[in-house]
């Protein structure tokens, strides 16, 4: 049996949303959760957890956090 549900995620902020946390994503803001990844290491051990994120507002405000886009991790 395959449960499909609706997940979503937000930034807590002041009710404003021009204003980032450290990592550039908006205060107030709500994203869509698309997907959930384990990353391995070699070894297969469980190295990091990660949430794929959708910002339905499409500005152009990026994540400037590890796993970013273009991040010398990957």
Known sequence: ???KYIIFAGIP???D???ANN???PKSHA???LGTYIVY???????ERLFMMRNPHGN?????G????????W
């Open 23 to 25: 990592y550039g994503l």
């Open 41 to 47: 290491n070699n070894d297969g051990s469980e190295f």
């Open 60 to 64: 152009d405000v990026k994540y400037t």
């Open 13 to 15: 902020g002041e009710g």
């Open 1 to 3: 049996l395959i449960k």
């Open 17 to 19: 949303d021009t204003k």
């Open 66 to 73: 590890a796993w970013r886009d273009k991040d010398p991790i």
């Open 31 to 33: 994203y869509t959760l």
